[in-house]
């Protein structure tokens, strides 16, 4: 009997439940793309993936994060004025992006490259219910090296608070 994390039939969205199995590799196939374990691990679940959407018709992805007083960050970020680090928010699209990769069929380990424009407008805070992430694909290149490029914003409680522009996501395998 195949193990179950060992290979992945790509879904329009993911349970929780899911994105922690993805968090244990192999769930794109042994040695390829897997989302990092919590407490590093910035979202709930993923409401929307595909290979077209996106205000560039090229892929998509949004996910939400589920926000507590007593989330790890609000402890050590700004003590007397908590607020989860706009840092925080990168990493979770720099996740949403190697994620969509994998899911997309393109083999290998995801890893920040860069990022271009950041623009902070707000924060996320204690009281602060929901964070959406929204990811619209801009260009991907499947080669030696995979490369996804995207741009994403931050959403608290349907506002937008971060943007990102040219955030870039490689795929390399082991021997890489």
Known sequence: MPNPHDFHTPQPSYTQDELLRSSEGGYFGPGNAQLPAPPMLMMDRITEISMDGGAYGKGHIAGELDVTPSHWFFDCHFRGAPMMPASL????????????????????????????????????????????????????????????????????????????????????????
């Open 89 to 176: 928010g990168l990493d979770a699209m720099w996740q949403m992006i190697g994620y969509w990769l994998g899911w997309s069929g393109s083999p290998g380990k995801g890893r920040a490259i860069g990022v271009g424009d950041v623009e902070c407008t707000g924060t996320i805070a204690p009281d602060t219910k929901r964070v959406r992430y929204e990811v619209a694909m801009r260009m991907v290149r499947r080669g030696k090296l995979v490369l996804g490029i995207a741009d994403g914003r931050v959403l608290a409680d349907g506002t937008c608070v971060f943007t990102a522009k040219d955030m870039r996501v490689g795929l390399t395998k082991a021997a890489d």
